[in-house]
């Protein structure tokens, strides 16, 4: 059962109060390129993304939003550290939301004013804690950047917000420790009920990186903790995308998109079949096709083993079966099994569609 959370939205996503868990990521341009970032913004759209942060680390960059924001088909959130002008900027520039951690900003009465326009345009502020940022009175009392550290961190920027009569409020604690991320966020999830925005950061490179999230993120979201994510690599933040979704998806929290269930091949195989797997997946992407589809290399285990896919396909020498949930069907010759696997994957699709009419 997903914990019960406060709900706000980010422009028109919502995010928190039983809303689906939404996926986002950063852009990795400069800002002030503003064709290149919307660019690159479009992509993340296309890979199904929900909302998208971008660093606004100069006034030039703060100045860029105000075309960004106009054009983007994605709500923009702004990634500001310490500057209070650029919150403000930001805000004015008409950005659907805001990461700022307001206990690293010394004049109070810019946290008031950054405050006051967030709540007259009602944009939330994400509190966004990081394990390599925290304050050395912080460190020092906890003896490093523990789960409690964290908390603890969070929950003063989160006093000054609530001092402030402002509750439009999201909150990440991240590391690149597993173990510690997990462990903050359900301590914070046991005090405060905002909605929580969840990631490993700094995980590394694709392979290393989405492993780490995948764990991280996954044993949260098993637990019922955690309305977004971003999963942090180094690399295209499409690929961030993409594997968020996939994380989403080995969990039951997202639907809309195809499921591609394929054997991982041994000895008793006699195709291509990542050749296959990658083309059919493809396929479903392309044409929108909302189905949990097999591509198995044998017709020994094959519709066993994927009996849960809505329809299948296992390869043996010269001959596949096309099956549904298990049961075999069709049997065709395999030099023409993947052009007639489509085929019956369309029917089926239209099938499904005409009996849910």
């Known amino acids: 059962m997903r914990r019960k959370t406060r709900k706000i939205f980010i422009g028109e996503v919502p995010v928190g109060g039983g809303s689906p868990v939404s996926v986002q990521s950063m852009t990795k341009t400069r800002t002030e390129d503003i064709k290149g ?3 690159q913004i479009f992509s993340l759209k296309k890979a199904g993304c929900d ?11 703060a100045n860029s939003l105000k075309e960004i924001v106009k054009n983007s088909p994605l709500p923009i959130v702004a990634d500001i550290h310490f500057n209070p002008k650029l919150a403000i900027l930001s805000l004015k520039a008409g950005v659907q939301g805001l990461r700022l951690n307001p206990g690293n900003i010394e004049n109070k009465n810019k946290i008031k004013e950054i405050v006051s326009i967030a709540k007259e345009k009602s944009v939330p502020i994400r509190i966004g804690v990081n394990g390599g940022s925290l304050p050395k009175e912080i460190l020092k009392s906890f003896g490093g950047p523990t789960p409690e550290a964290l908390v603890e961190a969070a929950l003063n920027h989160i006093k000054i917000l609530e001092n402030l009569d402002f509750f439009d409020i999201k909150v990440s604690l991240k590391t690149s420790d597993v173990f510690s991320t997990v462990e903050a966020y359900r301590i914070i999830s046991r005090l ?10 700094e995980a590394g490179t694709f392979l290393s990186g989405t492993i780490k999230s995948s764990i991280g993120i996954g044993i949260l979201l098993y637990e019922g903790i955690g309305d977004t994510i971003r999963v942090s690599l180094t690399d295209s933040p499409v690929k961030e995308v993409k594997v968020g979704i996939e994380i989403l998806k080995a969990l039951k929290l997202r639907s809309g998109e195809p499921e591609i269930i394929s054997c991982p091949t041994c000895g008793r195989n006699t195709t291509d079949l990542q050749k296959v797997a990658k083309e059919i997946e493809r396929f479903l992407l392309n044409n929108k096709i909302d189905l949990t589809v097999a591509v198995m290399g044998c017709e020994v285990n094959g519709p066993g083993e994927a009996r849960l896919a809505d329809i299948g396909i296992a390869f043996s020498k010269n001959f596949a079966l096309i099956f549904k949930k298990g049961k075999v069907f069709l049997k065709i010759k395999k ?23």
């Open 335 to 357: 030099d023409k099994a993947l052009e007639i696997f489509k085929e019956e994957i369309l029917k089926y699709w239209k099938e499904k569609g005409a009996s849910q009419i």
């Open 51 to 61: 909302i998208v942060r971008i660093a606004v680390p100069t006034e030039e960059a």
């Open 192 to 201: 405060k009920d905002y909605p929580l925005h969840l990631g490993i950061t």
């Open 37 to 39: 970032t919307l660019k």
